[in-house]
Antibody, heavy 115, light 112 residues
């Protein structure tokens, strides 16, 4: 059974760095990519970036300068780090395996940027 | 970036009614490998998105066959043949042909 679960702080201060973890079970990270997607309250979905099965990464150009995605395959974890947070980064953050035929999503973690 | 324009933004339907949602792309989504990486998702209130359709017209695992997808190039449609109460939520199209992956702005389905 494939499961993805996001974890991280619910509240981050403006200008600080957000660190989130996606813990994956039932999938090998060396054979599968994992994406991060976010959704501001009441708004649509924004793809943030992906870490590929070979460890390479691609990022949304709009946030590329602030974003880093990495992984620890031994722990089946994928990490997101985004710096210089602003209030507009307040959102639900999802990790997901977006395969061609199958996809799996985490439940999401709500992150609020506020002082 | 590829822009996906969904219409309508809000759809109100009665139980049993058939409805369609349009997704138009700013570029052709036909990939050089012959596939068209256009997907449809439903996000029910308070839940993560759930994929309904992959590669334009293929029904996802466990998805009821009242859902169907069609289209090619830049114009795509999701049809629900006989809306049920559990279909309420926001529908999104998504393309993965061109980097970065992008989503449509969403269509909210309300049940009258």
């Amino acid at each position: 059974q494939v499961q993805l679960k996001e974890s991280g702080p619910g509240l981050v201060q403006p200008s600080q760095t957000l660190s989130l973890t996606c813990t994956v079970s039932g999938l090998s990270l060396t054979s599968n990519s994992v994406s991060w997607i976010r959704q501001p309250p009441g708004k649509g979905l924004e793809w943030m970036g992906v870490i590929w099965s070979n460890g390479g990464t691609d990022y949304n150009s709009a946030i590329k300068s602030r974003l880093s995605i990495s992984r620890d395959t031994s722990k089946s974890q994928v990490f997101l780090k985004m710096n210089s947070l602003q209030t507009e980064d307040t959102a639900m953050y999802f990790c997901a395996k977006l395969g061609v035929v199958f996809d799996y999503w985490g439940q999401g973690v709500m992150v609020t940027v506020s002082s | 970036d590829v822009v996906l324009t969904q219409t309508p933004s809000i759809l109100s339907a009665t139980i049993g009614q058939s409805v369609s949602i349009s997704c138009r792309s700013s570029q052709s989504l036909l990939d050089s490998d012959g596939n068209t990486y256009l997907y449809w998702f439903l996000q029910r209130p308070g839940q993560s998105p759930q994929r309904l359709i992959y590669l334009v017209s293929n029904l996802g695992s466990g998805v009821p066959n009242r859902f169907s997808g069609s289209g090619s190039g830049t114009d795509f449609t999701l049809k629900i043949s006989g809306v049920e109460a559990e279909d309420l939520g926001v529908y999104y199209c998504m393309q993965a042909t061109h980097a970065p992956l992008t989503f449509g702005s969403g269509t909210k389905l309300e049940i009258k």
